[in-house]
């Protein structure tokens, strides 16, 4: 009895590693997604052609669960695009065939580091070698085993560059918050996978005091906001106003004290210059209780904010 | 006198009964490579380094008078002597509109057509004998005159079965389209006379088709794979003098991957009098394939009256 309790625990990081392919997640927080790429360098490709690669590589990334947000676009799967043979038929009309061998690659966009890498011969016919590249592309499966494999010896390596480079992600975030670059800190942070038990875990226990300083940061910067309003409009239109800055303050940050003094200051001001009664409703709770999705809500934020044409290194892939 | 008169109708009756159940070759007038490529009807297409022109035919129909007109006469010609002619512009349209018709048919639960890359090359015109045509307007001081070349090629043989050349009377006229009906006119009976004597020729010694016998890389066969002693690619050569009329076909190409059997005289109809092409007879060399001692998985697909190919080792 005792060996097969033993045995069920053994089991159960086991199960607990294949958990983000089998249970669907709403966001990208603690997952591992790869961001589709389809760089410029693939020779004559149409434009077209290359916006149906792109679509058939974020499906091959959907359908291996892998499927991301703007939130997580350190790893990509990009691919190359190799003609092994085209052939333009004499017929009415001329038909153009297309032999192709579609290498795709999984790796690190930032650093330029390749992790796996695996080949399909596709072949594809059209009335013009935009339908035939088309036609061709299309005929990729997601379902193909080599492609499976391939999707998980990335993954594989994706959860080895969190382990060992855990501590200076740790480091790193801990660096940007330092500097009061909280948003970026948590996109650094909420990066690492919940598969990663140990980095995550790491993680976990940074985020939530860089997220009190976050906090208390803003506290600050919105009370100084709402002193600046009040100060250039002392009536009930200038409260009005400066309440609206005051309430986006979290009730647990450290100057809320100070917001509450203010708060008394407005409130009595108001009834001396326009004889009317302002009321500021104090919120009881925190504004959003579970702080990790807070910050990461940040983090996506600023992801969000960065710009769109992300240009990855693959230099040296093929 | 008479009787001998009246047998002889009868049986030139009988014949022209027969022919007529016979699987008709599909006859199109398609203009020539030179013509299209001379009048800038053609595209350019970069080869993997070699610089290719293709003929653009619905850029010719769509902007040359001319030569619709000049197909017009020679389709009134032809269906007068009794072979119609299918139009390349006609089905050039169709063959658009049925690509976009499979490209949004959708079943009820979502479906498409299921559409292979060797479907989709097939997706062209296609005609049994091809009518190649070239002609050109020349001067001759104040006189013009056309210059008219008609070919007629068999597309699985690529034999020239028919064929009209030379040059129209001079004329002071300026009005092309004359000066080409009269050129058609003058050439057009030795054309005919000559697709007559091939019909004739198909009649007697049976129609020619072209067979290719090929493998896929994931069999582990090959034509010279031996049983009871004999290599497979023999044995396929004695199969085919078994069943063509008299015996009648060459092995064009031979190797132990591929055979390429043309001139293969194939009878216009089976034991049961029903009308065959190459399809129904290279269907009896896949039912042989599959048989004891072969027992080899095997695809037969086919290209209009005349073409056939068998690929070994899957479906």
């Known amino acids: 009895m005792k060996k097969l309790l033993f045995f069920l625990v053994a089991l159960s990081p086991v199960f607990g590693a294949s958990a983000q392919n089998s249970q669907g997640k709403v966001d990208d927080f603690g997952r591992i997604t790869l961001a589709a790429y389809v760089p410029e360098q693939i020779d ?27 939130m997580n676009e350190r790893f990509i799967i990009t691919a190359n695009v190799s003609v092994m043979s085209k052939n333009i038929t004499p017929t009415a009309p001329a038909m153009h065939a297309l032999s192709l061998d579609i290498t795709l690659y999984i790796g690190d966009g930032i650093d330029g580091t390749k992790f796996s890498s695996t080949s399909v011969s596709v072949k594809g016919v059209g009335e013009n070698e935009t339908k035939a590249y088309i036609s061709a592309i299309k005929g990729i499966s997601a379902n193909n ?6 999707i998980e010896s990335g993954k594989a390596k994706i959860l080895k560059y969190y382990n060992t480079k855990c501590d200076f992600i740790i480091s790193d975030a801990q660096s940007l918050a330092s500097q009061g670059r909280y948003e970026e800190a948590f996109y650094k942070l909420s990066g690492i996978p919940e598969i990663s038990k140990d980095c995550y875990n790491k993680a976990r226990s940074i985020i939530i005091p860089i997220y009190k300083k976050h906090r208390d940061k803003i506290c600050q910067t919105r009370l100084m906001e709402a002193k600046t309003i009040w100060a250039a409009s002392q009536n009930y239109d200038g409260a009005v106003a400066a309440g609206d800055i005051l309430s986006q303050i979290d009730p647990t940050a450290a100057c809320y004290g100070e917001v509450k003094k203010f708060v008394a200051e407005i409130a009595k001001g108001v009834k001396e210059k326009d004889n009317k009664e302002w009321q500021f409703i104090f919120k009881q ?33 093929w | ?119 989709k090359l097939r997706k062209t015109a296609k005609a049994d004998i091809i009518m190649d045509l070239s002609y050109r307007v020349n001067e001759s001081g104040p006189k013009k005159y056309v210059s008219f070349i008609l070919a007629g090629l068999d597309a699985y043989s690529n034999k020239e079965i028919a064929t009209a050349t030379g040059n129209g009377a001079p004329s002071f006229s300026v009005d ?135 690929v070994l080792g899957e479906k």
């Open chain 1, 44 to 70: 004559d490709m149409p434009v077209s052609a290359r916006s149906i690669l792109s679509n058939k590589l974020s499906q091959i990334v959907t359908e291996s669960g892998l499927g991301g947000s703007a």
């Open chain 2, 1 to 119: 006198m008479k009787r001998k008169i009246l047998l002889v109708i009868t049986i030139i009756l009988l014949h022209t009964q027969v022919f007529s159940q016979a699987k008709k070759p599909r006859i199109m007038i398609v203009p020539s490579d030179a013509w299209c490529i001379t009048k800038g009807y053609y595209s350019s297409f970069d080869d993997q380094g070699t610089k290719k022109q293709i003929p653009d035919y619905k850029k010719a129909f769509q902007n040359d008078l001319d030569l619709k007109l000049v197909i017009s006469k020679i389709n009134g010609i032809m269906a007068e002597k009794g072979f119609p002619l299918i139009s390349l512009e006609q089905t050039l349209k169709s063959l658009e509109s049925n690509s976009a018709e499979d490209a949004i048919l959708t079943s009820k639960t979502g479906g498409g057509i299921t559409e292979s890359p060797i479907d």
């Open chain 2, 176 to 310: 092309v389209p004359i000066l080409l009906e009269e050129a058609v006119l003058n050439h057009m009976d030795n054309f005919s006379n000559s697709l007559q004597k091939h019909f004739d020729d198909l009649f007697e010694n049976g129609r020619e088709i072209s067979i290719y016998v090929k493998k896929f890389d994931t069999w582990s066969g090959d034509l010279e794979k031996e049983y009871n002693g004999e290599e497979l690619g023999t044995l396929i050569e004695n199969w085919m003098k078994a069943n063509t009329v008299k015996g009648r076909f060459s092995t064009a190409d031979a190797t132990e991957n591929q055979m390429h059997f043309d001139q293969v005289r194939i009878p216009l109809y089976d034991a049961s009098g029903n009308a065959i092409d190459a399809r129904a007879f290279t269907r009896n060399l896949q039912k042989f394939l599959s048989a004891a001692p072969f027992s080899i998985v095997n695809k037969l697909m086919t290209k209009g009256l005349g073409q056939a190919v068998i």
């Open chain 1, 285 to 317: 709770q925190q504004l959003d209780s579970d702080v990790l999705k807070s910050a990461y809500s940040l983090g996506m934020a600023y992801a969000n904010r960065q710009p769109q044409a992300v240009v990855y290194n693959v230099k040296g892939w």
């Open chain 1, 145 to 150: 085993n080599a492609i499976k494999t391939f």
